[in-house]
DNA sequence: TTGTAAGCGTTATCAT
DNA sequence: ATGATAACGCTTACAA
């Protein structure tokens, strides 16, 4: 029932190589013919057949990404902007959930989705450091986040330490020396949340402040409840705390709910401020203090890399590590005046 | 370079048909045979080749879920759904991103992606009425939402008027009497805006009150940043409110941001509501009062659906309109004890 | 229960 | 500048 590119060659009394050659831009065609080749396609609504041309050439134009859910804002926004910026590219982008489970990260790896993807770009929350060689798989790949450097891929990420580093000194800078953090996660010497931590303890240290272990709250999934609970139990635990800071923003958006409704003022009582801006944290009340780590930036680059890999010319390139740009973006939670 | 069916079938001594045999689950191999050829294709570490068989069997096993804009929290928790469900029936999503652009609806219909999907879960937001007999397709698709009504292919949507007649009637029952409503899109009659616009007029009328137009405030892109213009627009008017409804979750979101920025208490002066109830309904402070619509309901809804048209058995069954069940989730923002 | 042969729609090679 | 022909890896008759 599909018209198929013969039928278009017939129509337009050429070859199907000829109709092929249109099709893919191919220089050295007479004008005549390309546009009689252009005009049986339009007729007849043509369409080309993805498989077909996938099984001659062993492209799809599909490149999967691989995120932990996309019900998490940053995995929805870093999405969007993937999926865009693929398009400019004339890729697809197919989104693989892995529910930040091991096994099935370490099941993406494995499969490439049976020759399906031309490559993946690849955000884990579950494997680590000692997994870096799991990532030698054949096909193109690109790393993001925290959890593995120095691997056997391109890498693109940002320097968390620095910018939380930034995030401390800010709320140093208003004033606050107790400060909270949460969503520490401590069996864990490496990851986000360890690199996270220890630009909030050079901040202290630069400021002479001496860090307090009761201030330092684990909390589970980074989501909103987790922030809540762990502020709860800070507020239960009696400790006295001026700032807290929690390590993605919707934790620190649970923290800012958790302590509104014990009837602490934000930011007279207690500064608040997150990581990721995430676009609620300019419509939170107080709006929220955070750091912008680049989204577009790192999705630009990560598409670029996984192109460049998949055209073939940087084989000999060694894995790349890419910094995005972050930002501070200091919001009414720290007592700034309104800004954007 | 990859494992071929040839490959594996010459290691397990057996044809190549055998081989496909045994990998589509036909019954009737021998047990020896059948375990010789899963030790070859474990061995050599084999990998179907989708394009392969999608070009034999034209089927990819591929579906595309198209919405509006992932950003948009309501599409990210909906396609999250979507892309599980699939998942338990061996279904990869793919996902168009329409930027809720007349223009790329229409073109996701006029291409279904060059067959490489088998069908096309379409959330369209540009699209009216008017556009139904475009619906007609050549390849199986689920209509999502509320701009098409009794169209050409199977629908999956909530009983809208009657969900916002549930919130009005919660607010009626605070004893509210002065309620906005935020994100009215007058020159629509259709669509989402007004069906909920009409609840809200039902519930209005059944408890005898009159509707003031100045109290219908219209708002553009339904995110938080056009809910909180429209509350300021609202408030500078001077018009007397008690209550605002959001026609979603971002607008009332934002109308929330917008009273309490302004000193104005929420429940105490003014409630608020929304729809969709998204997840950060139940960590805003207050927490907001919302309707359900049943994501998960309706994307399930939306596989079957789809999964039955692909298989192709009910070729003859009419396009079917199915009605997915809400619930009223009462919250702080309306008065209303803290609850999950 | 298993094997043989044909062909899905495209692109690559090699002519012309 | 264009065409003929052979793959690509799999499934589907049909045979055996």
Redesign the interface.
């Known amino acids: 029932?599909?018209v198929t590119m013969r039928e278009v060659a017939q129509r337009a009394g050429v070859s199907v190589k000829t109709v092929s050659n249109v099709v893919n831009g191919y220089p050295y065609i007479r004008e005549a013919t390309r546009s009689r080749v252009i005009e049986a396609i339009d007729a007849l609504?043509y369409?080309?057949?993805?498989?077909?041309r996938?099984?001659r050439a062993?492209r799809?134009g599909?490149i999967a990404l691989a995120v932990p859910?996309?019900?998490m804002?940053y995995f929805?926004?870093l999405?969007?902007a993937v999926?865009?910026i693929a398009r400019e590219n004339d890729l697809?982008?197919?989104?693989e959930?892995t529910g930040a489970e091991r096994e099935r990260e370490l099941a993406l790896l494995?499969?490439?989705?049976?020759?399906?993807v031309d490559g993946v770009i690849f955000s884990p929350l579950a494997l680590g450091a000692d997994d870096a060689d799991r990532l030698n798989v054949?096909f193109p790949m690109v790393l993001l986040g925290e959890r593995i450097f120095r691997g056997p891929v391109d890498h693109v990420s940002i320097d968390n330490v620095a910018a939380s580093r930034e995030v401390v000194r800010h709320l140093i800078s208003n004033g606050r020396r107790r400060i909270a953090l949460i969503g520490m996660i401590s069996h864990e010497g490496v990851g986000t949340a360890a690199l996270r931590f220890q630009g909030y303890l050079e901040a202290l240290a630069e400021a002479g402040l001496a860090p307090s272990p009761e201030l330092v709250l684990p909390a589970g999934p980074w989501?909103?409840?987790a922030g809540?609970e762990a502020t709860n139990r800070l507020l239960d635990s009696g400790v006295e705390f001026d700032a807290v800071f929690g390590l993605n923003d919707t934790l620190a958006?649970?923290a800012?709910?958790a302590l509104?409704?014990r009837g602490i003022r934000v930011p007279n009582d207690v500064a608040v401020a997150g990581f990721d801006d995430i676009?609620?944290t300019?419509?939170?009340?107080?709006?929220l203090t955070t750091v912008d780590p680049g989204r577009d930036q790192i999705a630009r680059t990560a598409v670029e890399l996984l192109v460049s890999r998949m055209k073939g010319q940087n084989d000999e390139v060694r894995p790349r590590e890419i910094f995005a740009d972050y930002a501070l973006h200091p919001r009414q939670s720290t007592g700034e005046p309104?800004t954007g």
């Open positions: 029932m599909p609504g369409q080309m057949n993805i498989s077909a996938s099984l062993s799809t599909i859910e996309l019900r804002p929805a926004e999405s969007e999926i865009r697809t982008v197919l989104i959930q494995s499969s490439a989705r049976g020759h399906l054949p989501n909103r409840s809540a958006l649970g800012l709910r509104l409704s676009e609620e300019r419509f939170s009340t107080p709006t309104l």
